[in-house]
């Protein structure tokens, strides 16, 4: 199990842009698939952008296709979240996880998150 830890979130005006980073303990990240998923006050948590262990194949929700970007850098056990053109409905909490490669689901436990503000 890697433990993970989520930066990079703050108050940002719409169309903007934010990178979100999600750090990894452990020597094990490269072998996981990882996501990125986002909470809004009063909503359930959804799911916003996944990426296989090795980077080649990356999937956004429709909502964030064509302004938001996953990526991962193994060697450094980070995975990354480029956020453009953001708009106040990508107001939310964000968090990062592992998740299954077979159906996606989120297999570890979560963390405090990072806040994304987006003010109109």
């Known amino acids: 199990q890697v433990q993970l830890v989520e930066s990079g979130g703050g108050l940002v005006q719409a169309g903007g842009s934010l990178r979100l980073s999600c750090a990894a303990s452990g020597r094990r990240f490269s072998r996981y698939y990882m996501a990125w998923f986002r909470q809004a006050p009063g909503k359930e948590r959804e799911f916003v952008a996944r990426?296989?262990?090795?980077?080649?194949?990356?999937y956004v929700a429709g909502s964030v296709k064509g302004r938001f970007t996953i990526s991962r850098d193994n060697d450094k056990n980070t995975m990354y979240l480029q956020m453009n053109s953001l708009k106040p409905e990508d107001t939310a909490v964000y968090y990062c996880?592992?998740?299954?490669?077979?159906?996606?689901?989120?297999?570890?436990?979560w963390g405090q998150g990072t806040q994304v503000t987006v003010s109109s």
């Open positions: 990426i296989s262990w090795n980077g080649y194949n990356t």
């Open positions: 996880n592992t998740i299954r490669d077979s159906d996606y689901t989120p297999t570890g436990s």
